[in-house]
């Protein structure tokens, strides 16, 4: 069956201008995450979605980010006034359920980079 | 301090030996533990996953966990140079429902 896919794969922006970065997890799945990995880095938790609720933003970097989840299907990442920080590769996930036992499975990630 | 850490490497070890990659934890709070494999340029993939003290084992990979010694492990036996990546180990959070990742420590395999 079809994986977790991402779109789009890379993303080169102008400081400033706004970006959305796409998820679509696999079906049935009905957790679904964001990381952010900087060059060299580990992963960097952003935030979780179950269905379509996400229940702590805490640990999204700054007011310019923001996430939606449709239902148990797509979600979108929108970054705004984007910096030369934001530059990373964006990855999403996406888990049977929450419980802590379930395997995340990663999409091939969006790169991003802010010029 | 990190919440999960890991030396970054590289471990360099050759072809055929036993490459030991360690991991610590802070929160006590974690139960589940996770190792993935990432090779440069794609996105990680999972290797084991333990949430029990002790060793399990799934073919050439072992992993290890020390609750009282917030410490967990992961044994490659017979390495190969299809081996080299990073490993990230990862923590799951009960109460936040986050897993938690630590840096990664980058594995070279010698032929």
């Known amino acids: 069956g079809a994986g977790v896919s991402q779109s789009p794969s890379n993303k080169v922006t102008e400081k400033g201008k706004d970006v959305e970065l796409r998820c679509d997890p696999i079906?049935?799945?009905?957790?679904l995450y964001w990381y952010r990995q900087r060059l060299g880095q580990g992963l960097e938790f952003l935030i979780y979605?179950?269905?379509?609720?996400?229940?702590?933003k805490s640990g999204l970097p700054s007011d310019r980010f923001s996430a939606e989840r449709t239902g148990e299907s797509v979600s979108t990442l929108t970054i705004q006034r984007t910096q030369q920080e934001d530059s990373a590769v964006y990855l999403c996930?996406?888990?049977?359920?929450?419980?802590?036992?379930?395997?995340?499975?990663f999409g091939p990630g969006t790169r991003l980079t802010v010029l | 301090q990190k919440e999960v850490e890991q030396n970054s490497g590289p471990l360099s070890v050759p072809e055929g030996a036993i490459a030991s990659l360690n991991c610590t934890y802070s929160d006590r709070g974690s139960q589940s533990f996770f190792w993935y494999r990432q090779y440069s340029g794609k996105s990680p993939e999972l290797i084991m996953f333990?949430?029990?003290?002790g060793d399990k084992e799934d073919g050439r990979f072992t992993a290890q966990l020390n609750k009282a010694s917030q410490y967990v492990s992961l044994l490659i036996r017979d390495s190969q140079p299809s081996d080299s990546a990073t490993y990230l180990c990862a923590a799951w959070m009960d109460s936040s429902y986050k897993l938690i990742f630590g840096s990664g420590t980058r594995l070279l395999v010698r032929p």
């Open positions: 079906s049935g799945h009905t957790a």
């Open positions: 979605f179950q269905g379509n609720s996400a229940p702590d």
């Open positions: 996930a996406s888990s049977l359920n929450l419980a802590g036992n379930n395997e995340q499975f």
């Open positions: 333990i949430y029990s003290n």
